[in-house]
């Protein structure tokens, strides 16, 4: 073997484990969500302007980490609802939250409610 191949074996060696280690993937999916990168974007975009008092919202206010995580129940109560039942949330929307965002808040509660 001269040198290129060696090198070039090493190199590809090198790429398989950087990028298809296993461990690395598990780790990934273990990452507990928290309020800061998966809850609170959410809350803005979908529960706005209502529950947002910078955006005019006068309903309980859901723009900061301690008052969502005490209403957490409630929360994930109502946006399982069905729309046009009593208290579905967001109100006046015509569909439910699209499954992958109710299961945000869903993991967020199970991950131990993370600021
Ligand atoms: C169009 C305005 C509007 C939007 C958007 C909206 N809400 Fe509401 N929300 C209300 C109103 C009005 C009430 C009070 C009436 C009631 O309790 O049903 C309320 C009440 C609530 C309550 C009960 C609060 C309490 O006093 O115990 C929860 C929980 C709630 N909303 C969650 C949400 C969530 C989560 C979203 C976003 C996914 C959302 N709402 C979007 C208008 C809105």
Redesign the pocket.
């Known amino acids: 073997m001269n040198k290129f191949v060696i090198i070039a074996v090493l190199l590809s060696v090198s790429f398989i484990l950087v990028y298809c280690n296993p461990a690395k993937k598990a780790a990934k999916a273990t990452v507990k969500s928290t309020y800061a990168n998966d809850v609170s974007s959410l809350?803005m975009s979908?529960?706005?302007?209502?529950?947002i008092p910078a955006n005019g919202g006068k309903?309980?206010p859901?723009d900061s980490y301690t008052n969502v995580k005490a209403?957490i129940d409630?929360?994930i109560k109502?946006?399982g609802m069905n729309p046009g039942e009593k208290?579905f949330?967001?109100?006046?929307?015509t569909t439910r939250?699209s499954d992958s965002v109710i299961a945000v808040f869903k993991k967020w509660k199970e991950d131990g409610m993370v600021e």
Do not use: A
């Open positions: 809350m979908n529960c706005s302007p209502c529950h309903k309980k859901y209403d409630e929360i109502r946006i208290g949330m967001p109100m006046r929307r939250l």
